[in-house]
């Protein structure tokens, strides 16, 4: 699957990068899927800093450092 990286602000909605979660693109229903967050992030912080329209992915996958 394709990943799309989320930084705020969205320079380009189509490809940019965000150090906190991973996004895979569902290219038949058109829409961002939220697949994995770094320990200590959350939805709803993801949700505020991207601003992004996004479903999440379930299981949702944390990443550990």
Known sequence: PLHI???TPLPDPS???F???VFDVDKAKGELVL???FDGVTVDEVRAK???DFRVAQPLH???L
């Open 5 to 7: 990286h989320i930084q």
């Open 50 to 52: 991207t601003g992004a």
């Open 35 to 37: 697949v994995e967050v």
């Open 15 to 17: 490809c940019s990068s």
């Open 19 to 21: 150090p906190q979660c």
């Open 62 to 64: 944390v990443i550990k």
